[in-house]
């Protein structure tokens, strides 16, 4: 994390770098369709009240990706709004070295900037590697689930 020190770290709105967006979308959440990626991304770039999305930028340097929203209700929290980190992406390259830790700082001040006293996100449960990150970083896990839905005639 020293290396940091001397670097000057900010977040860009990921609409102004479409593409780094789209490609760092694609890599966490490779499973999604292009048509779905490209729905989701207009949607969080229309809706500046309760979705954003940003590209942590080190001396120009694209790091990793930030996706925020507030969500009225979160399991395992009392207060609503609660801010959630619907994605958080580091690139493989520059893993390890502070990046992570520092987005998580900005997705904080985001949830202050928008008076939430709560912050929350999730992982897959198979993804060990992001449940050590999120436990490093002073996330406390809540439930464990299986989701399921169903679309209505």
């Known amino acids: ?60 340097v694209e790091v990793g990706m930030l996706e925020m929203s507030l969500r009225n209700f979160v399991d395992g929290c009392l207060s609503s709004p609660v801010a959630y980190i619907e994605g958080i992406y580091i690139n493989s390259k520059l893993r390890g070295q502070g990046y992570g830790a520092k987005i998580i700082d900005l997705a904080k001040n985001w949830a202050k900037s928008k008076q939430c006293i709560e912050l929350a996100s999730d992982t897959e449960i198979n993804n060990t590697n992001a449940q050590k990150f999120h436990d490093a970083v002073g996330f406390k896990e809540t439930y464990r689930i299986v989701q399921y839905k169903m679309t209505l005639d």
Request: aromatic share 12%; with cysteine.
């Open 1 to 60: 994390c020293n290396r940091l020190k001397f670097h000057v770290m900010k977040l860009v709105a990921a609409q102004k770098r479409y593409d780094r967006w789209k490609m760092m979308r694609s890599e966490l959440y490779g499973e999604l369709s292009d048509d779905f990626q490209e729905a989701e991304m207009k949607a969080i770039s229309k809706d500046k009240e309760f979705r954003e999305s940003f590209i942590e930028v080190v001396d120009d």
